[in-house]
């Protein structure tokens, strides 16, 4: 199916009560079973709600993964995607990379034994040579944010493959529709969708 298609499809079922053909916008904050042990698959909404549960669904299908995960802001997913992460873990990213994320990784994750280490991710040698027996995960955008620079994807995570390690992608400046790292041997994507996705300075969210 053509991506033009999927971006106008995905994560769009007719309502079964009401038959509406676009996703309502369900403000409820709990959901009522039909009866005890019987669930609707909702219950409360900071787990699930089906508004979310159609954007990361969407967001699935668009990327060709697994399974979204939708957040509040794209800091949030990344800071979720950190929380992989344990004491003694260390995660390589790349040397230029977006602002929020470096003081991140650097100023509040420390606080829990997480490491970092900043590398030129368009040098795949330098990547390699700051693998330790810590690393547990390497963390790059491409284009990187902000000098724009662009990073082998595919290479990368082919010496994650060697390696063990996690490759996680931030592919906000790219969206989708330009790029799918899942493709590329890319374990998890997230994107802010702040920025190109929601696209009129009017949304904050983000989802890996």
Request: net charge neutral; aromatic share 10%; hydrophobic share 40%.
């Amino acid at each position: 199916m053509n991506i033009e298609t999927l971006l106008v499809r995905s994560g769009l079922e007719r309502d079964r009560a009401t038959g509406a053909i676009s996703t309502p916008i369900y403000q409820s904050a709990t959901f009522q079973h039909p009866e005890l042990g019987v669930s609707t698959g909702y219950d409360y909404s900071r787990t699930a709600n089906p508004t979310r549960t159609a954007l990361e669904e969407a967001i699935a299908v668009l990327e060709k993964g697994a399974k979204g995960f939708a957040f509040a802001s794209g800091m949030a997913a990344i800071s979720s995607v950190f929380c992989l992460l344990k004491s003694g873990d260390e995660i390589l990213l790349s040397d230029d990379i977006y602002g929020g994320t470096y003081r991140a990784i650097t100023k509040l994750f420390p606080r829990f034994g997480i490491q970092s280490k900043f590398v030129n991710t368009t040098d795949i040698g330098a990547i390699e040579s700051a693998i330790t027996p810590a690393t547990r995960a390497i963390f790059l955008e491409s284009p990187s944010n902000p000098q724009m620079n662009i990073t082998d994807i595919e290479a990368v995570c082919r010496l994650a493959k060697q390696y063990g390690l996690l490759t996680i992608v931030d592919n906000t400046f790219m969206t989708p529709y330009l790029q799918r790292p899942l493709r590329l041997g890319a374990d998890i994507v997230i994107h802010s969708a702040t920025k190109y996705i929601g696209g009129h300075s009017d949304v904050v969210g983000g989802w890996w």
